[in-house]
């Protein structure tokens, strides 16, 4: 059974940190680009960041580029999202994923995490 | 930046009726393009990809189409379990995006 469990989220004020993090397990984590979307209370989802399978390739929404940083550790299966600078339109529930650009009817999401940016 | 226009934002309708939903890119993205369920409280799943390809599982009343900067998502006859939000998504061209949502209500 393919499981991803996001943590690591909560209350923070603004201009702290948080590091996300999204174990994976039943399938092979290391063939898979990831992506993290998130979607603020009441909106849409809104695309964060993507890391390639190897973890050389990284991509960012220009409203995190700079701030948030993806990254992976095959050898622990496991996807992270070092948040930094939070401000307030940060506050959503943030989900890891698999990304596949084409060609693939595999669809694994977690659950989410939230994440409130408040003082 | 590749923006993706949805609409109606909402769509009421009663079940058994036929859904026609609409994606609009500002660019084309040729067929990369993805279609997403959302129900309250849940992860989006996967309806279609590629533009027209069914994800497993996914009953036959879904079908997507277009290609370029067109994209109609339809539910043939609506079940009550299909009322949701759904999003597109573009797969072709960094920074990814999607669609700000169509939101299928009853009637």
């Known amino acids: 059974e393919v499981q991803l469990v996001e943590s690591g989220g909560g209350l923070v004020q603004p201009g702290g940190s948080l590091r996300l993090s999204c174990p994976a397990s039943?399938?092979?984590?290391?063939?898979?680009?990831m992506s993290w979307v998130r979607q603020a209370p009441g909106r849409g989802l809104e695309w964060v960041s993507t890391?390639?399978?190897?973890?050389?390739?990284?991509y960012y929404a220009d409203s995190v580029k700079g701030r948030f940083t993806i990254s992976r550790d095959n050898s622990k299966n496991t996807l992270y999202l070092q948040m930094n600078s939070l401000r307030a339109e940060d506050t959503a529930v943030y989900y890891c994923?698999?990304?596949?650009?084409?060609?693939?009817?595999?669809?694994?999401w977690g659950q989410g995490t939230l994440v409130t940016v408040s003082s | 930046e590749i923006v993706l226009t949805q609409s109606p934002a909402t769509l009421s309708l009663s079940p058994g009726e036929r859904a026609t939903l609409s994606c609009r890119a500002s660019?084309?993205?040729?067929?990369?393009l993805a279609w997403y369920q959302q129900k309250p409280g849940q992860a989006p799943r996967l309806l279609i990809y590629?533009?027209?390809s069914r994800a497993t599982g996914i009953p036959a009343r879904f079908s997507g189409s277009g290609s370029g900067t067109d994209f109609t998502l339809t539910i043939s006859s609506l079940e009550p379990e299909d009322f949701a939000v759904y999003y597109c998504?573009?797969?072709?061209?960094?920074?990814?995006?999607f669609g700000g949502g169509t939101n299928v209500e009853i009637k």
């Open positions: 994923g698999i990304y596949i650009q084409t060609g693939s009817n595999e669809d694994y």
């Open positions: 039943g399938f092979t984590f290391s063939s898979y680009a």
């Open positions: 890391i390639s399978s190897s973890g050389v390739g990284t």
């Open positions: 660019q084309s993205v040729r067929s990369y």
């Open positions: 590629d533009a027209s």
């Open positions: 998504q573009q797969r072709y061209d960094w920074p990814l995006s």
